[in-house]
């Protein structure tokens, strides 16, 4: 049986429609991180490696990520 995502966006987004949810459900057993548009739900989504996603997030929380 495969698992499916459970998405989540993050609670500081204050549903302003400029978001994005993750599915960190799938980190451990397959090693990714889903991401997609909150906008476009039926879009397409970006399958992150865990490190990739978490190198992501640390890089938010620092103030290295802009744009």
């Given at each position: 049986?495969?698992?499916?995502?459970?998405?989540?966006?993050?609670?500081?987004?204050?549903?302003?429609?400029?978001?994005?949810?993750?599915?960190?459900?799938?980190?451990a057993a397959h090693n990714?991180?889903?991401v997609r548009d909150s906008?476009?739900?039926?879009?397409?989504?970006?399958?992150?490696?865990?490190?990739s996603f978490a190198a992501?997030?640390?890089?938010?929380?620092?103030?290295?990520?802009?744009?």
């Amino acid at each position: 049986m495969t698992e499916s995502p459970q998405r989540f966006t993050s609670s500081y987004s204050s549903g302003g429609g400029q978001c994005v949810e993750v599915a960190t459900n799938l980190a451990a057993a397959h090693n990714t991180v889903p991401v997609r548009d909150s906008k476009n739900p039926s879009g397409p989504a970006l399958d992150l490696s865990t490190a990739s996603f978490a190198a992501f997030v640390a890089g938010v929380k620092t103030g290295g990520v802009t744009g």
